[in-house]
């Protein structure tokens, strides 16, 4: 089974912790996206059930991956067709520099977290007002739409938003121009086993602006991910704000090389390299007829 982000030990006191773990328990394989997650489930085991509580399973990191084809499919297609949509999308916008975060509602996506840090910017950098905007595209409930409201009142005008959200379709011909039109992707959730859009906006950039990722440190993706993009802490909002601040005015050379880095992987460690570790891992489990717990080929107790 792939396994969601597991809580630190000390979280565990406010679930059924035993009944928990003992479901999970229950399987021969267990992946994890990131070493962060692996680690607090095998540090939670051993407290609970002791050492030999991970008998007879295995537990491995086997980073999840998105398809390139249909992202860089879908640029190429516009970049044959003469005027690319991101590029009549930034018209419309003003021709200011656009921040994109594109979300589904849940109480982890940190859509709210996103908007105070964006508020604190353009209240710490006033030259900033009318030059930058913020584009939410999420299925969304009467919170957000509480944000958005508060501040285009205080930083919009009747010509230019400080922010704009939108609904389109969630698939690569819906959001590649989104993606390719941006200079900032905030990928910001404040818990999160896989960021897809992080790596959606990477593919798209190719074609684009080489633009800068900003990515939530609590994001099963920022291990892969965290040499190209500008970690942030989505609960402490000043310093997400200077990170907004540091991706705005990142040198051109700069940001090439940081989508080099992220580009190559999530070229590389796509959808299908994630199927064959995932089989690779399985057929390590049915070859070998020892039940002692295995921790990334580790026997438990190591």
Request: glycine content about 8%.
């Amino acid at each position: 089974m792939t396994a969601r982000p597991m809580e630190y030990p000390e979280h565990m006191p406010l679930c059924p912790r035993e009944a928990l773990l003992s479901g999970l328990l229950g399987a021969d394989l267990i992946t994890f996206q990131a070493y962060a997650f692996h680690r607090q489930f095998a540090n939670t085991c051993r407290m609970l059930k002791g050492s030999g509580g991970l008998a007879g399973v295995r537990i491995a990191i086997v980073p999840r991956g998105l398809d390139p084809a249909p992202w860089l499919q879908q640029m190429r297609l516009q970049k044959s067709g003469g005027a690319a949509d991101w590029e009549e999308l930034r018209e419309k916008l003003g021709g200011r520099t656009v921040f994109v975060s594109v979300d589904s509602i849940s109480a982890n996506s940190g859509i709210p977290h996103k908007m105070v840090a964006f508020r604190h910017f353009l209240q710490e950098h006033p030259e900033y007002i009318n030059r930058v905007v913020f584009v939410q595209a999420a299925i969304t409930d009467s919170t957000v739409y509480h944000f958005v409201g508060c501040i285009n009142s205080e930083f919009g005008a009747v010509a230019s938003q400080a922010v704009h959200f939108l609904t389109v379709p969630w698939t690569a011909e819906g959001l590649s121009p989104l993606f390719a039109c941006a200079d900032v992707c905030l990928a910001t959730s404040v818990r999160e086993s896989f960021s897809w859009a992080a790596y959606a906006f990477i593919l798209c950039q190719k074609f684009s602006n080489k633009g800068v990722l900003v990515l939530s440190e609590f994001s099963g993706s920022a291990q892969a991910l965290g040499a190209g993009a500008l970690m942030v802490n989505p609960w402490n909002a000043r310093a997400f704000a200077a990170a907004l601040h540091d991706a705005v005015n990142m040198s051109e050379q700069e940001r090439a090389e940081r989508h080099a880095y992220a580009y190559r992987y999530c070229t590389k460690h796509s959808d299908k390299m994630w199927a064959r570790q995932l089989l690779t891992e399985l057929g390590t489990v049915l070859r070998t007829p020892s039940r002692e717990g295995q921790i990334s080929g580790e026997t438990a107790s190591a």
